[in-house]
């Protein structure tokens, strides 16, 4: 089964950025689309972004034109280059393979004001 790692999360002033990182176990490609989700402190998990095998990225209205998903196929690694951090953005983030219903540990980014 594949594996997914986050890394990356951490602390930051608002207004700053971060870039979360997700290593997949195999082909990033064979896994097919791949999301960043996130879940705040007594809130549902919410999905933030994802790139479809294809390349089409979408992301939810909160993030748009902050966050950028990318991936490196050779890495089998997927990004996720955060700008403009809010308050509003702390969460754990996790990486999923969408079809596989695979997600990673999660990695905490907090956001101070």
Known sequence: QVQL?????????AGGSLRLSCVASE???????MGWYRQAPGQQRELV????????????ASVQGRFTISRDIAKNTVYL??????????AVYYCKAEYLEVWGQGTLVTVSS
């Open 81 to 90: 280059q955060m700008n403009s951090l809010k308050p509003e953005d702390t």
């Open 5 to 13: 790692v986050e890394s990356g999360g951490g602390l930051v002033q």
């Open 49 to 60: 972004a994802q790139i479809s095998s294809g390349g089409t990225r979408n992301y939810v």
């Open 27 to 33: 082909s990033i490609l064979r896994i097919n689309a």
